[in-house]
């Protein structure tokens, strides 16, 4: 690979076709942060900014054979994980991780729809907890699905720390628990905690009602990895690079949901 080559991060997710989340942020993020996209598509959606219509999984062959097209030609630096809709694909996604051993894997647990729906089945969720979490470099919950995998409500700041530990007990690397669900006040604060040490990120709560945060936050911090930060560093970092583009989101669709603007944000870094 030449010196001025970029490297390549993966992108294991859902299709988004509004363009606001899933994949379609992932390589927008990965690009903003000059770092090659690569994506394996594990779940379609006919998705726009007020909603999802219909999901369509394909087989898993096609999944398997999109992700080892990927590493067969690819140094694949980080692999971010997203939208995983059931516990066949899963397990699909795990069974090569654990071939392939990329340096870092970036675990956005995605369970809850916005609406409060759970997308995952019982098999799937412990199939995540069981396969998924182990392999994981980092795992970022929000609050709900944190509820979720370790089975008991968070509704402070010493649950949050609790959760965390749980997720790090069930062998995660190290955890980045998002706040936006959590009422303290004017401020979101996020927390990282690897089991050595932890620290604090806030940020203030903007009156905007935004669509693919969860999914730009995950691929942003496998970007940072990508290009040599420290986990906790690309975790600020990438929480920085958030707020940026929410400050400078837009609505392209006709509800008032905003998206990001990646390459607005990139540019004020």
């Known amino acids: 690979m030449s010196p001025n080559t970029p490297a390549s991060a ?24 000059r770092v090659h996209g690569l994506s394996a598509i594990a779940a379609l959606t006919a998705q726009n900014t007020r909603g999802v219509t219909a999901v369509h999984v394909p087989p898993i062959a096609f999944l398997q054979a999109q992700i080892a097209a990927c590493f067969d030609d690819f140094d694949v630096h980080a ?21 392939h051993r990329p340096p870092h894997i970036v675990l956005d647990p995605v369970m809850i729809a916005t609406s409060g729906a759970r997308l995952l089945e019982d098999s799937a969720l412990e199939a995540l907890r069981t396969r998924l979490l182990p392999l994981a470099t980092l795992v970022t919950p929000n609050t709900p699905e ?38 303290e006040g004017n401020r979101v604060i996020d927390r990282f905690f690897d089991g050595v040490s932890s620290e604090t990120f806030m940020h203030a709560r903007l009156p905007v009602d935004a669509h693919g945060t969860g999914c730009t936050l995950a691929s942003a911090i496998a970007a940072q990895l990508c290009n040599g930060l420290s986990l906790a560093n690309a975790c600020e970092a990438a929480i920085d690079y958030v707020a940026r583009g929410l400050q400078q989101g837009y609505a392209p669709g006709r509800s008032t949901v905003l998206v990001l603007d990646h390459f607005g944000a990139a540019s004020h870094a």
């Not at 993966?10 to 076709?17: C, F, H, V, Y």
């Open 146 to 183: 944190a509820e979720l995998l370790v089975g008991r409500r968070i509704l402070d700041g010493d649950d949050a720390e609790h959760a965390a530990a749980m997720l790090l007990d069930l062998g995660a690397g190290a955890v980045l628990l998002k706040g936006g669900h959590l009422q």
């Open 10 to 33: 993966l992108t294991i997710a859902g299709s988004d076709s509004g363009g606001g989340a899933g994949i379609q942020a992932d390589l927008k993020a990965f690009a903003a942060h």
């Open 79 to 99: 692999v971010k994980l997203g939208m995983l809709a059931n516990a066949e694909v899963i397990h699909c996604v795990a069974d090569a991780l654990e071939k």
